[in-house]
Each structure stands twice: as C-alpha cells, then as structure tokens.
Nanobody, 124 residues
Framework: QVQLVESGGGLVQAGDSLRLSCATS????????MGWFRQAPGKDREFVAA????????DYTDSVKGRFTISRDNAKNTVYLQMNSLKFEDTAVYYC?????????????????WGQGTQVTVSS
C-alpha cells in the first residue's frame, strides 16, 4: 500500500532551522508531484510548498518564500523541506502529500495520498 512517512519535526527556537523528510513507498515516486502542507491549532490546513515530478519546478506560499526550500531525491523516493529562519507562526503539524501529475498543485483536494504529519514547534 501507499505510505508517506514524515520525520524531522521537533521543538526549536525562533531563528533555528529544521529539515523535514517524507519517505514514500508503494507508488512510482518519479510520476508524482509532491507537496507540503501545515495545520496549526484552530486553523485550516494550508499549502506550504510543492515540487513537480522532476524537481525542476517549485511553488511556495508567500509567508515562507526565501526561508523554506522544497527538494526531492527520486533515487531515494523522498521529498524534503528545508526550513530556515523559523518563526513562531511556523508552528504547526506539517504533512507531506503526493499528487499523480507533473504540475505543482496547491489545493488540498488535488492530492491523492497523505502522511500522518510531524509536529514543528517554534518558541519565540
């Protein structure tokens, strides 16, 4: 079966960095666009970043541009989210998701598979 497993979350101070990983199995990874979403308590799940099948196209929500970088390693079936200069408002559960396509969708409904999430907490 398809599995997406996030890791790398934790408790950090504002200004610190974290690198999230999402290991996938049960799908032909190179045929999927991958995305990261996050959800804070009391808020809707929001788009963070996406990357197309080859890693040549990326998209980010405005609040993370210049700080976060999404990347993928198709040989390892893994997508990453490098998060630098973390802010308190970045605190959320971060989810990775897979879309069977070659674009960079930003809507939750466009993704076919989801991981269970990893908690990122940033203290101010």
């Amino acid at each position: 079966q398809v599995q997406l497993v996030e890791s790398g979350g934790g408790l950090v101070q504002a200004g610190d960095s974290l690198r999230l990983s999402c290991a996938t199995s049960g799908l032909i990874f190179r045929t999927y666009a991958m995305g990261w979403f996050r959800q804070a308590p009391g808020k809707d799940r929001e788009f963070v970043a996406a990357i197309n099948w080859s890693g040549t196209t990326t998209d980010y929500t405005d609040s993370v541009k210049g700080r976060f970088t999404i990347s993928r390693d198709n040989a390892k079936n893994t997508v990453y989210l490098q998060m630098n200069s973390l802010k308190f408002e970045d605190t959320a559960v971060y989810y990775c998701a897979a879309n069977r396509g070659f674009n960079v969708p930003d809507a939750r409904s466009q993704y076919d598979y989801w991981g269970q999430g990893t908690q990122v907490t940033v203290s101010s």
